[in-house]
């Protein structure tokens, strides 16, 4: 009778998966050159539990000791919307964390005085040069020149939140993970954003969006959202509605003509008018009509993952390849 021997590495595997991560994802994330064979050695595994620990923001104890594996984050307290489980969120919270911290390793430029600007300069600021309106494509860019990277992360284990403003080492971060091709990613960056240069993050607390929509009560949420709006549409309260229903063709010519006149990118204006009247299906449906009418090809997953390798030197780090995996690249 033989007694089958599990290596120093099935017994990380193990532990990893009790805390939602599959072997895959694992080991997608560890650096080219390793080889599970490195840890049968004392050095060697712990060497894989300090990468693995630091990788996931897992107690390191807890991965060499007999204790159950747990998380640890740089910030411990989160502000997240009513019905959402922090601990449901912990894996993607995880891995956003490891992006932004790879991602401001590789990115090196100054916060602006986050104090001295309102929604109301973002908007002057953009629409003063020479744009027809604040569309995605013009937010992203202002949030890098001002020193505040944005990371759509396409690999990240469900469930996942939509959004999240975090701060590590006293530097801002804003991560996007939605899938809509076109309009979405506009104001939940510009929500993200608000809650930002409103103060609601710092080293010890992150915003964690689980959805992000206009609709919400909590004062933190509708402040961002008032800062959202006036951003894309130059007021904080700006609701879309008409007077009998409109269907999508015709919902995009009138966004169209309503976003040329008042500088409003109507792709915003169609998903805002979907919110205020319950018609999300329909407003979609008219961000797709949009998309041809504008001949926008690019999807905003496509433009903020092009925009993120222009200002970030992904070849300079050591953990390359787990950011590439992060964030599809």
Request: aromatic share 8%; hydrophobic share 40%; net charge negative.
């Amino acid at each position: 009778m033989t007694t089958k021997t599990i290596s120093p590495m099935q017994t990380l595997y193990a532990k990893l998966q009790t805390l939602g991560f599959p072997k895959t994802t694992v080991k997608n994330l560890l650096p080219e050159w390793w080889s599970d064979d490195i840890a049968k050695t004392p050095a060697g595994f712990q060497e894989a539990s300090l990468i693995l620990s630091k990788y996931l923001s897992i107690r390191y104890s807890s991965l060499v000791g007999d204790a159950e594996p747990s998380f640890i984050f740089p910030s411990h307290k989160f502000k997240h919307a009513r019905n959402i489980q922090e601990k449901d969120l912990s894996k993607a919270v995880a891995l956003s964390s490891l992006a932004g911290r790879l991602t401001l390793e590789a990115y090196e430029a100054n916060v602006l005085n986050l104090k001295e600007i309102s929604a109301k300069n973002i908007r002057e600021t953009l629409l003063a040069r020479n744009v027809p309106w604040v569309d995605f494509n013009t937010l992203l860019d202002y949030c890098w020149e001002i020193g505040i990277p944005v990371i759509f992360i396409k690999n990240l284990p469900s469930p996942k939140m939509q959004g999240l403003a975090l701060q590590l080492h006293g530097k801002p971060v804003i991560i996007l993970t939605s899938n809509h091709q076109h309009g979405y990613l506009v104001f939940q960056l510009a929500q993200e954003l608000g809650q930002i240069v409103s103060g609601h993050v710092t080293n010890e607390e992150w915003v964690i969006d689980k959805t992000i929509t206009e609709a919400n009560d909590d004062n933190q949420e509708v402040a961002a959202n008032q800062f959202a709006l006036e951003i894309l549409t130059g007021k904080s309260d700006a609701a879309y509605r008409s007077e009998y229903r409109l269907y999508p063709n015709t919902l995009a010519a009138s966004a169209l003509s309503v976003g040329r006149e008042n500088k409003i990118d109507p792709m915003h204006i169609v998903l805002n008018y979907g919110y205020t009247n319950n018609c999300m299906s329909i407003a979609s449906a008219a961000c797709k009509s949009l998309a041809k009418s504008l001949n926008i090809r690019e999807s905003d997953s496509d433009i903020a993952k092009s925009t993120f390798m222009q200002y970030v030197d992904v070849d300079s780090l050591d953990d390359e390849k787990a950011l590439r995996h992060l964030i599809g690249m």
